[in-house]
């Protein structure tokens, strides 16, 4: 050793910690690596991607090659650093002093913090590219690596310590939203949106997106002939339930344009008219949006009237409604171009009575309670415990609300302005 020039051990030291520096990165990049992202890399062709995988597939070996080779250069840099330090200063407890100092500074800057810092910044890059010396270094070190794990196992068994199986880090729905919810630029919003919203569907029910009792349009087979062609001509739905005398005795439903081409030509007829008519489809109030999507795709239905428990109908609900939960509303507008709000100068809302609370705060950004009351008008009069009058103003949920005008008992339109602080 003391023929051994002083530069090529300084050299020698210099490959020992970038060799040590390989081995923390490696470790550290393997285990932060996206798995999912790495799995898409490989199905690519990316070969480094591929050998990552399947290092990452025995997660023992990996560790056992990474650390034993990590221990053994940063031993054998301990030992190059004492020798210089001998070589520098003599053989004495100072010098045995300064090289342990010296050694553990440099391991700890340049062989540990440092690559595992970067490790952990560009895992994606590290990875794949370390797995082409890993992956040959795992065969030649098999027999060491199978000597270690071999205790290792005995230690996890005499624990009663039994490591989870890859199959147990798979995400549930939960992860899914959180990842999501935090996947930022790569992900554009609206796609995002539309995502978490399918994982609502099993927790929003029909009785959230369907279309109150008050605002069905519908047709009295009882009333006039006249009547009933012009509600059929200025209708805007393909289809209406049809009843006679009272809402909860739905005769069926009928598609509107083939009745108004069949009227064209035969003029009303009321006994004609019930044979048009489709039998209505009902849907049990509490039904969640996912199994009602299904149910409309198995029974070929677009329509269904919601009931409840006592066959009272308490709405309408559409696939159409179903899939403005997912994506969000086809449109802003009410047939004949009337906005269903209006933001005033001053930053409120002007929004109908009518209006569900899942829609306003999912529109407007507001953050009205669920767990009451369906629509606005509801709330107003929970809040109120008697019946609206113009130019009342009450607080919801942190918002001024006022009912600017009522009709037959209900809150047709009201005023909500920028939330208050609590």
């Not at 560790?63 to 301990?78: K, M």
């Not at 010098?95 to 342990?100: I, P, R, S």
């Amino acid at each position: 050793m003391d023929n051994i020039p002083l530069g090529a051990l300084l050299g020698s030291l210099a490959f020992l910690l970038v060799c040590s520096a390989f081995f923390s990165s490696s470790e550290t990049s393997m285990m932060a690596v996206n798995r999912y992202r790495l799995k898409n890399l490989a199905k690519a062709g990316h070969r480094g991607a591929r050998l990552a995988e399947r290092l990452l597939a025995q997660t023992d070996k990996l560790l056992g090659v990474v650390l034993l080779g990590n221990n053994l250069v940063n031993s054998a840099a301990a030992a190059l650093v004492t020798l210089i330090s001998f070589r520098l200063f003599g053989e004495n407890e100072l010098a045995l002093t300064l090289g342990t100092v010296a050694v553990t500074f440099l391991i700890l800057v340049f062989s540990e913090v440092t690559p595992k810092v970067l490790g952990a910044a560009y895992p994606e890059r590290i990875a794949p590219a370390a797995s082409y010396i890993l992956v040959p270094m795992l065969k030649v070190f098999h027999p060491a690596v199978w000597f270690v794990n071999l205790f290792v196992q005995g230690l996890l068994r005499l624990l009663r310590l039994r490591p989870a199986d890859t199959a147990a880090n798979s995400m549930g729905v939960e992860e899914l939203r959180t990842l999501l919810s935090e996947s930022g630029t790569f992900l554009p919003a609206q796609h995002r949106g539309i995502l978490m919203n399918l994982f609502d569907l099993e927790q929003v029910t029909v009785d959230d997106a369907m279309r109150p009792r008050g605002q069905i349009e519908a047709i009295d087979l009882s009333a006039e002939g006249e009547e009933i062609v012009r509600q059929l001509a200025t209708s805007h739905h393909a289809r209406l339930p049809v009843y006679e005398g009272e809402l909860n005795n739905v005769l069926g439903v009928l598609h509107v344009r083939r009745a108004l081409a069949h009227l064209r030509e035969d003029g009303f007829d009321a006994e004609v008219f019930r044979g048009w008519l489709r039998e209505a489809y009902f849907i049990p109030s509490g039904t969640s949006l996912y199994t009602q999507l299904a149910e409309f795709q198995a029974n070929r239905q677009s329509l269904g009237l919601v009931v409840d428990e006592y066959g009272e109908l308490l709405g309408l609900v559409s696939v159409e409604d179903i899939l403005e939960e997912i994506v969000g509303e086809f449109t802003a507008e009410l047939p004949g171009g009337l906005e269903t709000n209006v933001r005033q100068a001053d930053g409120s809302f002007l929004v109908e009575g009518s209006a569900s609370l899942r829609w306003l705060n999912r529109k407007l950004g507001l953050d009205f309670p669920l767990d009451g009351p369906r629509t606005l008008n509801g709330l107003l009069l929970e809040k109120l415990e008697a019946m609206p009058e113009p130019g009342v103003s009450v607080l919801l949920a942190g918002y001024p609300v006022e009912i600017v005008q009522v009709q037959e008992r209900v809150v047709k339109t009201a005023r909500i302005g920028q939330r208050r602080g609590r």
